[in-house]
């Protein structure tokens, strides 16, 4: 469903993605893991078009996202930055109602997914409240909820956990396990590595813009001869191995 081809982008001197390939698939929850600093974030800025390439392009079933395409690309996909921008001086149901109003949900259906919404993430008590007076981790379940509410069929996660409660994380884990069951694509990028390698089935490992890995956790355990090793003993050692990455003539980095 998404496909990224010679991804390069600059800031200036610093190389943030050098040539990223990477296919992300239907039908699975895909973990995009990296240091801080590895180019996650510009990657999923990227595929939404809120940042621009060097070089390179992002496919989106198949159709390049530029700034012709991207209006209508952006209808499929739901994207919950890491500090996601809110209007505080709305009301929780303003909000939403806002939001969905901008990905065109229709009129028939937005109060009902509103109202859906609000009801799944506990959010009755506060929903004809101004968002400035939320706690944390009602902010990000507002946040989480507008990035829903058009049913995307893609699903970009940037830290989706941070905040939220026990009883969050698990209603967010239905949902996510229920996108996967709809064939729909969802990026889980996150730090929490046990969250990581219980609820995702592949994993894509970014370090200084290159991509060191893709495939399962079992795959990784063979490609690093861990067999019983964690998804956070293993993303470690190979990202200290790759501390100096060096590549070859085709982009790809040497072991």
């Known amino acids: 469903m998404i496909s990224i081809r010679s991804l390069v982008k600059n800031y200036g001197n610093i190389v943030a993605l050098d040539h990223l390939n990477l296919d992300i698939e ?3 929850i895909f973990g995009f893991l990296g240091t801080n600093g590895a180019g996650k974030t510009t990657t999923m800025k990227i ?12 496919y989106i079933d198949n159709q390049i ?9 952006r209808q499929k996909i739901g994207y919950l930055q890491e500090d996601p921008p809110i209007y505080e001086w709305l009301t ?18 937005l109060d009902e997914q509103v109202n859906y919404y609000i009801n799944l993430f506990k959010l ?39 905040g939220l409660d026990p009883e969050g994380i698990r209603t967010l884990k239905n949902i996510l396990t229920e996108y996967r069951n709809k064939n729909r694509c ?9 969250i ?11 370090h200084k813009g290159h991509l060191l890995f893709k495939g399962t956790l079992k795959e990784l355990q063979n490609y690093l001869s861990m067999p019983e090793g964690g998804l956070e003993e293993m993303f470690l050692k190979l990202t200290q191995k790759n501390e100096t990455i ?10």
């Open 196 to 206: 990581a390698e219980n609820l995702c089935d592949e994993f894509g490992i970014l």
């Open 124 to 162: 009755e008590s506060m929903e004809d409240y101004l968002i400035k007076d939320y706690s944390h981790g009602m902010k990000h379940k507002i946040a989480l909820a507008a990035s829903l509410l058009h049913e995307p069929d893609i699903l970009l996660l940037d830290e989706p956990v941070t």
């Open 186 to 194: 969802v990026v889980l990028c996150t730090h929490i590595l046990e």
């Open 246 to 255: 060096q590549i070859n003539n085709s982009g790809i980095v040497l072991p």
């Open 65 to 73: 996202v530029n700034s012709k395409t991207a209006p209508v690309l």
């Open 92 to 109: 929780g149901r303003e909000f939403l109602f806002f939001v969905g109003k901008i990905f065109k949900v229709p009129d028939t259906k």
């Open 47 to 58: 595929i939404t078009y809120m940042k621009h390439p060097t070089e390179g392009g992002v």
């Open 26 to 28: 239907a039908g699975k």
